[in-house]
């Protein structure tokens, strides 16, 4: 990320425009109650599996590689089969998960207050029809995928919900991922050092680099708290 701070103006009061420091407060507080909820909490929590399977996915096109197929798991995990020819590029496929969900975080919180901030529900339905089509294929992913891609475009047929609530609506898919991803992070991080065979993607690259998977899972972590504080610095304005 670049080392310069955006803030994005919020008004701390005055109808549903832009997020109040009371709605950001309240919202951070349900989501993770709502995501250790069974069930509930794992359908929420697919929209952060949805974009780290998909970050794979498009690295491995970008590079040159091939995807096969796409799991969204109904205990919120998932897996995207690639292809690619070589260490470098198979170690940016496998890299591209915990980061990019940070970044893509980052990015929804960027755009709250901006006039393209709407683009993002023709975004999420765009990528859950493209996934849908070429690579997700077990019940739960579709299922998932479908009710996903309908309630982005409910919201686009809805323009004076987009335009009153769009800002809220980013917001709480914006933390869902950045939380969920910590989360995540965190998991990868306890496994990498029980069960270091079994840490996903750090595994993955552990093999590549020969350097520890404990290692890349700080790595992923930190980096994704990294993103978390400049997230953090975008609201300070609320503060």
């Known amino acids: 990320m670049v080392s310069i701070c955006y803030h994005i103006r919020l008004r701390k009061h005055g109808g549903f ?10 919202a951070i507080v349900l989501i993770i109650m709502v995501i250790r909820i069974k069930g509930i909490g794992i359908a929420f ?13 498009f690295m ?22 690639t292809k690619s020819k070589g260490k ?5 496929v496998s890299s591209a998960g915990y980061m990019s969900s940070a970044l893509f975080s980052y990015l929804l919180f960027y755009s ?20 849908l089509i070429f690579w997700i294929r077990n019940t739960y992913g ?17 323009p004076n919900t987009i335009l009153s609530f769009s800002n ?12 969920d991803n910590l989360l995540a992070c965190f998991t990868l991080l306890y496994l990498s050092i029980t069960s270091p065979k079994k840490s996903g993607d750090a595994t993955n690259i552990a093999k590549i680099t ?19 504080y400049k997230s953090y610095q975008l609201f300070l304005p609320l503060f």
Request: with cysteine; proline share 2%.
């Open 142 to 158: 579709i299922i998932w995928t479908l009710v996903f891609a309908s309630i982005n475009l409910s919201l686009i047929l809805l």
């Open 88 to 92: 470098l590029k198979t170690f940016l």
């Open 17 to 26: 425009g832009m997020p109040t420091k009371m709605f950001l407060f309240i």
């Open 210 to 228: 020969k350097i520890p998977a404990f290692f890349w899972a700080i790595l992923f972590l930190a980096f994704s708290l990294y993103i978390a």
């Open 45 to 57: 929590r697919s929209i952060n599996t949805l974009i780290h399977e998909l970050s794979h996915a």
């Open 168 to 179: 809220h609506i980013l917001l709480v898919f914006g933390l869902l991922i950045a939380i």
């Open 112 to 131: 709250l207050g901006k006039d393209w901030n709407e683009y993002f529900f023709y975004f999420f339905l765009t990528i859950s029809i493209f996934a």
């Open 60 to 81: 491995a096109i970008v590079t040159g590689g091939k995807v096969t197929e796409i799991k969204l798991n109904d205990n919120a995990s998932g897996s995207c089969t």
